[in-house]
Antibody, heavy 116, light 106 residues
């Protein structure tokens, strides 16, 4: 059974850092494109970042470019999102999702709250 | 590519036919998807490649369209279909979503 389980969210002060993890099971992470999508409280879905199956090609939304880094550990079958210089507007539930032509599996989400 | 989804909300009854549209600012080569999201839950993929039904999704859901105009249709609304629906283009990065359509009970 395919599963994605996020962790690492929490309360952080503006300017702080967090690293989100997305543990995959039931499939090999390195065979798929993976995405991070976020959703601010009461708002819509916003794409954040992707990493190709080659593990080298990455892309970021303008709003997080230079602050967030997507990566993966093939041995642990885990996807990461390193988030630095966090701002209040980064407050959201962060989802990892699998796919390229449609995001067919999603994690349950992890809440990141940026506040002093 | 910006996606304009309409309506932003609608009220409908069980058994109604419901249509949600999404218009893109540029042409999309059928890399287009629809999702359903219920409160507190992750989105669920319904349709990909504009018209291909994801495995396990009931056949009352269908997608159509090409170029800049896409449609999600629910042929006979069921109680479990009351949710928010999002369109998404996967043709080019940054990926973008429509603003969502909340389907409520009339």
């Amino acid at each position: 059974e395919v599963q994605l389980v996020e962790s690492g969210g929490g309360l952080v002060q503006p300017g702080g850092s967090l690293r989100l993890s997305c543990a995959a099971s039931g499939f090999t992470l390195s065979s798929y494109w993976m995405q991070w999508v976020r959703q601010a409280p009461g708002k819509g879905l916003v794409w954040v970042s992707r990493i190709n199956s080659d593990g080298i090609t990455t892309t970021y939304a303008d709003s997080v470019k230079g602050r967030f880094t997507i990566s993966r550990d093939n041995a642990k079958n885990t996807l990461y999102l390193q988030m630095n210089s966090l701002r209040a507007e980064d407050t959201a539930v962060y989802y990892c999702a699998r796919g390229r032509t449609g995001l067919d599996y999603w994690g349950q989400g992890t809440l990141v709250t940026v506040s002093s | 590519i910006q996606l304009t989804q309409s309506p932003s909300s609608l009220s409908a009854s069980v058994g109604d036919r419901v249509t949600i549209t999404c218009r893109a600012t540029q042409g999309i080569n059928s890399y287009f998807a629809w999702y359903q999201q219920k409160p507190g839950k992750a989105p669920k993929l319904l349709i990909y490649a504009a018209s291909t039904l994801q495995s396990g999704v009931p056949s009352r859901f269908s997608g159509s369209g090409s170029g800049t105009d896409f449609t999600l249709t629910i042929s006979s609304l069921q109680p479990e279909d009351f949710a928010t629906y999002y369109c998404q283009q996967l043709n080019s990065y940054p990926l973008t979503f429509g603003g969502g359509t909340k389907v409520e009970i009339k």
